[in-house]
């Protein structure tokens, strides 16, 4: 496993997140289309010329409408569960290669910064000692460079 996995790892992490606020806005939608009812509008009753003959007051539920965004969230759980089984295979793959890697301290830092979702400040902290945000991305860089 190479560094590119675990970028794929966050992005798809990534991915997820906003997936989830995309099924959020459109359930939203969906109860404001289920509270707000009915909807209204008005149409004109033929010209004689240029002047409408009258305005009709017409309204209804969107039935149309809701069957569209119920359709769309149901596509949308779909794929959200799809890459949700893929999260979990790779975020396996992802920790055994962690646990495999003979070096401690590269273990703790690759946990927590990609399993745990740790800023590199927070990694520093995390680890201790005398290590600063840079120094613990540069031992992190230097360990794929080779």
């Not at 409408?52 to 359709?71: A, C, D, H, N």
Request: with cysteine; glycine share 6%.
């Amino acid at each position: 496993m190479t560094k590119e996995i675990l970028i794929q790892y966050c992005d798809l992490k990534e991915e997820i997140r906003d997936l989830e606020k995309r099924i959020q806005d459109i359930e939203d939608r969906l109860v404001r289309i289920e509270e707000d009812g009915a909807v209204t509008d008005s149409v004109t009753c033929g010209r004689k010329g240029k002047k409408p003959l009258g305005t009709i007051k017409i309204s209804g539920f969107p039935f149309i409408e809701r069957r569209k965004v119920k359709t769309s969230l149901q596509v949308k759980q779909l794929k959200y569960s799809g890459l949700v089984s893929r999260y979990l295979e790779l975020t396996n793959d992802v920790d055994d290669y962690i646990n495999n890697l003979g070096d401690s301290r590269m273990r703790r830092i690759l946990r927590f910064r990609y399993l745990d979702d740790m800023t590199w400040l927070q990694v520093a902290n995390s680890i201790g000692g005398i290590t600063t945000a840079d120094s613990v991305r540069m031992e992190h860089d230097r360990f794929f460079e080779t």
